[in-house]
């Protein structure tokens, strides 16, 4: 099986920040071929409006969770290896998929990251994946990328439909958000340095009530309104 050796990233809402510019140049200094997707493009301005979880994201900036959508219709029209703008690379990470339709990495001993994903067009996970997101996820409590990873592959058993392989930590999540955890047992491919934009968000309330009738709606918008007046 040919590996797809094309990165793909995703940058919503403007212009890139710094760290993102200096870890894609990077990439780009390394020799790598990758294609960034913006908004500015009318075809990812489609992609989004054709589904109504990314569509109803976009429009509240909750654009961290418009790109858990994106990251995944991309691969599925491409294929490749889908990265975070926030992943630097330390060594090539493309032998690892060899023979692979689907991979992906764990962050801890619990759950799965979609911050690195590697799959074909042809992968049957991406495919249910995708199929979560554009008919499902308005009416399940789930709404986290990682957690909607982890719930599909390991607790609904997707990673058993083809080949996939979901790496251990040290692969690519070496970084545990306040210092790299070295396994000498294990060379590390890529770094996730955790930017989390997603967390400053406005319109959480939407995210997590998405999936209730309207009184739930109300009582975790009135907890959010609260929440956010006594942070001031």
């Not at 219709?73 to 294929?79: H, Q, R, V």
């Not at 630097?88 to 339709?101: H, S």
């Not at 968000?201 to 009582?219: A, E, N, R, V």
Request: proline fraction near 2%; charge should be neutral; include cysteine.
């Amino acid at each position: 099986m040919a590996i797809n050796k094309v990165i793909h990233a995703v940058w919503l809402g403007g212009k890139l920040n710094s760290f993102s510019s200096a870890c894609i140049d990077d990439w780009d200094k390394q020799g790598y071929t990758y294609k960034l997707w913006k908004d500015s493009d009318p075809f990812v301005v489609k992609l989004i409006n054709e589904c109504e979880f990314a569509r109803e994201c976009y429009e509240r900036k909750l654009y961290a969770f418009v790109t858990d959508y994106l990251r995944l219709k991309i691969l599925s029209l491409e294929g490749g290896l889908y990265l975070d703008t926030d992943v630097t690379i330390n060594k090539d990470p493309f032998p690892l998929f060899e023979n692979v339709q689907f991979a992906a990495g764990w962050e801890n001993e619990r759950n799965l990251c979609n911050a690195v994903i590697y799959a074909t067009t042809e992968s049957k996970i991406l495919s249910k994946l995708i199929y979560f997101y554009e008919h499902e996820i308005m009416r399940s409590p789930l709404y986290m990328g990682p957690e909607i990873l982890t719930t599909k592959l390991v607790e609904q058993d997707f990673q058993h439909v083809e080949a996939c392989t979901l790496f251990e930590q040290a692969y690519f999540y070496a970084y545990d958000g306040t210092t790299v955890q070295e396994n000498n047992e294990i060379e590390r491919y890529l770094t996730h340095w955790y930017q989390h934009s997603w967390k400053d968000s406005k319109g959480m309330s939407f995210i997590k009530s998405k999936h209730q009738g309207f009184f739930g709606k109300l009582y975790t918008y009135q907890k959010s309104f609260f929440r956010l007046r006594h942070k001031k």
